[in-house]
């Protein structure tokens, strides 16, 4: 019997990718989900640049979504946190 679903063993985890083009978001990320499976957690606006290069910007972008706070790797706005630090 097959399951339905993505397995463990086959999609790395916690490593950032990007998704194509057409994409609503523009990076995804396969965490350990409830249990056995892994969740996928797409985040980023595929619009958008990232300029973390840039000091002002990056203290600005931490300072307004809170980073300190974002713990949970089940969410999207931990992974964008973590894409700019």
Do not use: E, Q
Not at 3 to 15: D, Q
Not at 25 to 51: A, E, H, L, Q, R
């Amino acid at each position: 019997m097959k399951r339905k679903g993505v397995s463990i063993k086959k999609k790395p985890l916690n490593k950032p990718f990007r998704l194509p083009k057409g994409s609503s978001k523009k990076f995804g990320v396969y965490v350990k989900g409830s249990g056995d499976k892994p969740k996928k957690v797409t985040f980023g606006d595929p619009n958008m640049p990232i300029k973390k290069n840039i000091p002002a910007n990056k203290k600005s972008f931490l300072a307004r979504h809170n980073c300190a706070a974002k713990k949970d790797k089940t969410t999207a706005g931990y992974w964008s946190c973590k894409m700019w630090a």
